[in-house]
């Protein structure tokens, strides 16, 4: 069974940062083809993909609502992704998950990914 544990969520104010965590426990970062990257899910509605990193291509990638403030790390060493946030808004808000999978893409339905962490709270509030 696939292992990711993500964390680093919390409360910030609008305009604040915080940067989410992913260690990747079954997964080679330096090894393996994945597509490897950060989904959200706020109340109420589906989950969508924010950043993603293609290891064979080491390409990144971002949705138009965070490009420029969002920014996609890797860590081989560590075996780990991050995900930095800067100037959060309001809308970012929602629980954020680390997902992964060897037949995925970075953009693909969130049904392609099979391996997912527990998810971490982001809330933007004054």
């Known amino acids: 069974q696939a292992q990711l544990v993500d964390s680093g969520g919390g409360l910030v104010q609008p305009g604040g940062s915080l940067r989410l965590s992913c260690v990747a426990e079954t997964f080679s970062l330096s090894r393996d083809y994945i597509a490897i990257g950060w989904f959200r899910q706020a109340p109420g509605r589906g989950r969508e993909q924010v950043a993603c990193?293609?290891?064979?291509?080491?390409?990144?990638w971002y949705a138009d609502s965070v490009k420029g403030r969002f920014t996609i790390s890797r860590d081989d060493a560590a075996n780990s992704v991050y995900l930095q946030m800067n100037n959060l808004k309001s809308e970012d808000t929602a629980v954020y998950y680390c997902?992964?999978?060897?037949?995925?893409?970075?953009?693909?339905?969130?049904?392609?990914?099979?391996?997912w962490g527990q998810g971490t709270q982001v809330t933007v509030s004054s």
């Open positions: 990193i293609n290891t064979s291509e080491n390409s990144y």
């Open positions: 997902a992964a999978d060897y037949d995925a893409w970075c953009g693909a339905p969130v049904a392609k990914y099979d391996a």
